[in-house]
T-cell receptor, first 112, second 117 residues
Framework: RKEVEQDPGPFNVPEGATVAFNCTYS??????FFWYRQDCRKEPKLLMS???SGNEDGRFTAQLNRASQYISLLIRDSKLSDSATYLC?????????????FGTGTQLKVEL | DAGITQSPRHKVTETGTPVTLRCHQT?????MYWYRQDPGHGLRLIHY???????DKGEVSDGYSVSRSKTEDFLLTLESATSSQTSVYFC????????????????FGPGTRLTVL
C-alpha cells in the first residue's frame, strides 16, 4: 500500500463548478499535512497546509480526519487557472530533516 | 521566489556516463533535497541534506550520490547513468519546521529533465 494515495483523475469540470479531491495516508503517526499544486512541466508549490480544525483560503477549503486518515481539498467556483495537478503531502514524523511524502497527484482540468 | 536554481535544465546523456546535477540556493536554508518525479510514482526522495557535509539517503538512493560542501550548493551525481534514471529531477530547500517566522514548506527548483539513452 502506498503511504499517500490519491485518485489520479483527471477531473474535468466546467468553470464555476465545485470539485473535491480526497487523499488517504497510511501512517497514523503522521504529523503534518499539505496540499501542493503543480502546473504542467513546472515545480510543485505549496497551496495550503491542512489543520485538524479544517482551514479555508479563499475558494479553497482543506479538511483533515485523523481517525480515518483522510485529507480533502474542496475548490469552489473553479477557474480555468485552477487547472493543475494537486499533490497530497504528508510529513510522517518530526525531525529527520523535514522529510515529506508525496502522493502521485490528482489532475484537474477546468473547461469553459 | 525562493532563490533556488538548478543546472543544467535539460540533459541528454548515454548509458554508463557520469552525470552531475547542481542545485544552488541564495536564501541560506538549512535543508536541501533531491527528488525524482516519474509518471505513476510522484515525487520520490533520493537524498537530502540537513547541513553542510551532513547528508542522508532517501527512499530511492541506489545509483546516486550527493555532496554538500557549502550551504548554497547541493550536488547530485549519477556515477554511471542508466536508462532507468531518465526522469525529471527536482531540488528543494526548507528550514526546520516550527522555526518562528518561517513558512512551513519546501521550495522547489524548476527541475532538470534528464534523458539517458
Amino acid at each position: 500500500r502506498k503511504e499517500v494515495e490519491q485518485d489520479p483523475g483527471p477531473f474535468n469540470v466546467p468553470e464555476g463548478a465545485t470539485v473535491a479531491f480526497n487523499c488517504t495516508y497510511s501512517n497514523s503517526a503522521s504529523q503534518s499535512f499539505f496540499w501542493y499544486r503543480q502546473d504542467c512541466r513546472k515545480e510543485p508549490k505549496l497551496l495550503m497546509s491542512v489543520y485538524s480544525s479544517g482551514n479555508e483560503d479563499g475558494r479553497f477549503t482543506a479538511q483533515l480526519n485523523r481517525a480515518s486518515q483522510y485529507i480533502s481539498l474542496l475548490i469552489r467556483d473553479s477557474k480555468l487557472s485552477d487547472s493543475a495537478t494537486y499533490l497530497c503531502v504528508v510529513r510522517p514524523f518530526t525531525g529527520g530533516g523535514n522529510k515529506l511524502t508525496f502522493g502521485t497527484g490528482t489532475q484537474l482540468k477546468v473547461e469553459l | 521566489d525562493a532563490g533556488i536554481t538548478q543546472s543544467p535544465r535539460h540533459k541528454v546523456t548515454e548509458t554508463g556516463t557520469p552525470v552531475t546535477l547542481r542545485c544552488h540556493q541564495t536564501e541560506n536554508h538549512r535543508y536541501m533535497y533531491w527528488y525524482r518525479q516519474d509518471p505513476g510514482h510522484g515525487l520520490r526522495l533520493i537524498h537530502y541534506s540537513y547541513g553542510v557535509k551532513d547528508t542522508d539517503k532517501g527512499e530511492v538512493s541506489d545509483g546516486y550520490s550527493v555532496s554538500r560542501s557549502k550551504t548554497e550548493d547541493f550536488l547530485l551525481t549519477l556515477e554511471s547513468a542508466t536508462s532507468s534514471q531518465t526522469s525529471v529531477y527536482f531540488c528543494a530547500i526548507s528550514d526546520p519546521p516550527g522555526l518562528a517566522g518561517v513558512k512551513d514548506t519546501q521550495y522547489f527548483g524548476p527541475g532538470t529533465r534528464l534523458t539517458v539513452l
